[in-house]
């Protein structure tokens, strides 16, 4: 499963339902993709708060990282314009970015950002 920002944030700030998305999935494997670390830790600097850093870094140590290649940002690509081709959505490239790995690795997203993921065509899973 590929763990998307939103549901990241909302396990992070104590969302039940994100919690409880956790406890079903806990055995399952869980992954995030690169630029996710990056989105988080936007947050954090922008915030500017150390206990916002440590939140997002105890939950950063849980997790593997993907490290896209090559082949993830091409289909990145092709998401991305299918997506605004034929849903007039533009998901931006962190969203294509995940949901290309996801589909590569043919694993659902687990997000509460349901319509970028549906317009990318790849498989979710909510809460």
Do not use: C
Not at 25 to 35: F, K, N, S
Request: hydrophobic share 45%.
């Amino acid at each position: 499963m590929i763990l998307d920002t939103s549901f990241l944030l909302d396990l992070k700030d104590g969302d039940g339902a994100a919690f409880e998305k956790g406890v079903e999935i806990h055995e399952r494997t869980q992954r995030i993709v690169l630029v996710t670390v990056a989105e988080l830790h936007f947050g954090v600097e922008y915030t500017d708060s150390e206990a916002e850093r440590r939140r997002v870094e105890n939950l950063l140590s849980m997790y593997p990282v993907v490290v896209p290649r090559e082949a993830a940002a091409r289909r990145a690509g092709e998401l991305w314009a299918r997506a605004a081709r034929e849903h007039d959505r533009d998901v931006g490239t962190a969203d294509a970015m995940v949901g290309a790995v996801a589909d590569l690795h043919d694993e659902p997203v687990v997000t509460a950002n349901v319509d970028d993921f549906e317009a990318l065509g790849v498989d979710i899973e909510t809460y």
